[in-house]
């Protein structure tokens, strides 16, 4: 089991970079595939990004392609969110999720194992 604590939220103004931060523990954090899910107030909870266990493969929602990079540091036992050119549709609490695995990641995820509680981010237009 892995526990996950999200930072780097904030408010920005449309068009600024926020980087989002998510620090792993209780497990080998290495073992998990690690996603980023969003939800904006109103709507349903969607996938934004998610890297597999080495960092070897990743993939993006098309609404992030080109703006947001997900990336990870296993020694660090961290996973980040590097949000650029945000739009105030990017305005949402996000989410820092794992599933164990050690397979590729080819395609969004609907859900995954272990969450942390969220980080808010709102961006001004």
């Known amino acids: 089991q892995v526990q996950l604590v999200e930072s780097g939220g904030g408010l920005v103004q449309a068009g600024d970079s926020l980087r989002l931060s998510c620090s792993a523990s209780g497990d080998t954090f290495s073992s998990y595939t690690m996603g980023w899910f969003r939800q904006a107030p109103g709507k349903e909870r969607e996938f934004v990004a998610a890297?597999?266990?080495?960092?070897?493969?990743?993939y993006s929602a098309d609404s992030v392609k080109g703006r947001f990079t997900i990336s990870r540091d296993n020694a660090e036992n961290t996973v980040y969110l590097q949000m650029n050119s945000l739009k105030h549709e990017d305005t949402a609490v996000y989410y820092c999720a794992a599933e164990p695995s050690t397979t590729v990641v080819w395609g969004p995820y609907y859900d995954m194992d272990y969450w942390g509680k969220g980080t808010l981010v709102t961006v001004s237009s």
């Open positions: 890297i597999s266990w080495n960092g070897g493969s990743t």
